[in-house]
């Protein structure tokens, strides 16, 4: 529901899922959603440039990526992202997070029905990561966020545009890494991104919502274990870190969460996950369309069909996801 007067835009982003909300939840990719986005620390994907821009050049050749996601109330989202690199030691990314609500009702200052609109919303993230050894790597990208909430009188609201950091250890045995994200950083002197929302309701009252973009803090871990020479079980965690106050680094009104993931993998062409991310819970798999292989290693080209599941914490609802994602 949307209410259209002089305190509309000051609750568009509560009310339809604002950034970083929706984006910060839900995240991009059927393999990650299914894995709870706990994927700060997995093997380099197509969408690094939005999980982790660190793992942009720890790849050779090209990682594709498009999912789409149904959820409840006729909304609608995806992503598609590529991730390549230059060299040995660089590699470059884009991804694109989308969101689209059909149907919302509109209703007056005094709550009379005015019919229907259908926003949409856009995360835009490009990615530069640089390997430094053969073990670290370290990555930044620039991110633009934009909302048109299809209301007559209504601007359209544009984020400020911003920068996440990251690292990236991998163990010698690349069996086990850690990396470290923060999401966020504004383009000025104190770091911190600030916003601005201003519009004006049909009957010309105008308003004004100025606020400031949290600073998101994200460590993930991952293990991967091998219980026989074909198979490989990821375990995946991410604490994360919600900073909403003024100062770059605020403990005072700092929240917590969590992400989990398990990934099994009994042979090169099929896939089992499982995930958690703060009290929801999620299911998946994958199964690898072209080649189909036994050895793991015998090819990079690969073509891959994911399929996941969620049930929301706060709403009860399932929300579906399916992509496509392979590499060249």
């Given amino acids: 529901m949307i209410l259209i007067g002089a305190s509309a835009v000051a609750l568009q982003a509560t009310e339809l899922g604002g950034s970083p ?40 050749g090209w990682d594709l990526s498009l999912s789409a996601e149904q959820r409840p109330l006729d909304r609608q989202g995806g992503a598609i992202g590529a991730a390549t690199n230059i060299g ?5 990314g884009a991804t694109v997070l989308y969101r689209r609500d059909a149907n919302v009702p509109l209703y007056d200052a005094d709550e009379a029905p005015m019919g229907t609109s259908t926003p949409y919303f856009l995360q835009t993230q490009i990615g530069l990561g640089l390997r430094v050894t053969r073990q670290i790597s370290i990555g930044a990208s620039f991110g633009v ?8 009188g209504v601007t359209t609201y544009r984020a400020p545009a911003r920068i996440d950091l990251a690292a990236l250890y991998r ?3 690349t ?82 969460g969590w992400r989990a993931g398990l990934e099994w993998r009994p042979d090169a062409n099929w896939a089992l996950r499982a995930g958690y991310e703060q009290g929801s819970w999620g299911i998946g798999g994958g199964l690898r ?17 994911d399929y996941g599941a969620m049930i929301e914490r706060e709403t009860g609802a399932s929300l579906l996801s399916v992509g496509l994602r392979g590499s060249l």
């Fill in 145 to 152: 966020y934009s909302e048109d909430l299809d209301l007559d």
């Fill in 289 to 305: 369309l072209l080649p189909w292989q036994e050895d793991t290693t015998a090819s990079r080209q690969n073509l891959w069909l």
């Fill in 171 to 173: 163990g010698p045995d």
């Fill in 88 to 92: 040995s030691r660089i590699g470059v």
């Fill in 175 to 256: 069996l086990w890494a850690v990396a470290v994200l923060i999401r966020n950083v504004g383009l000025t002197s104190d770091l911190i991104a600030h916003e601005d929302r201003s519009g004006a309701s049909s009957d010309g009252t105008s308003s004004t919502n100025a606020g400031i973009v949290p600073r998101t803090l994200e460590i993930s871990g991952r293990y991967r274990y091998h219980p026989a020479k074909s198979q490989s079980i990821d375990f995946l965690l991410t604490p994360v870190v919600q900073m909403p106050g003024e100062a770059f680094i605020d403990s005072d009104d700092a929240t917590l």
């Fill in 21 to 60: 909300g929706w984006v910060g939840r839900l995240g991009g990719g059927t393999r990650e959603f299914s894995l709870g986005n706990a994927v700060g620390a997995c093997e380099p994907g197509a969408l690094d440039a939005w999980w982790n821009p660190a793992s942009l050049p720890l790849r050779n």
